[in-house]
């Protein structure tokens, strides 16, 4: 009586990319919308900062 399933499993060549192993030192790669982020970021709170000032000072200028 034959198998119903092969005792072998068939090849399965190049069905997925194969990448180079990360090496522990090194992380992720930086992307351009996080760095685009970190920017607006810092921009807002120097916006912030500077408004703080502007209203600090000219509370004092301006009673």
């Known amino acids: 009586m034959p198998r119903a399933l092969p005792g072998r499993r068939p090849a399965r060549h190049h069905l997925v990319l194969h ?6 030192g090194r992380g992720q790669p930086i992307r ?3 760095l685009v982020l970190a920017l607006l970021g810092v921009v807002l709170l120097g ?6 000032a502007i209203a600090l000072t000219a509370g004092t200028v301006f009673p």
């Open 19 to 24: 990448r180079p192993p990360q090496r522990p």
């Open 32 to 34: 351009t919308s996080d």
């Open 47 to 52: 916006g912030f900062a500077l408004l703080a």
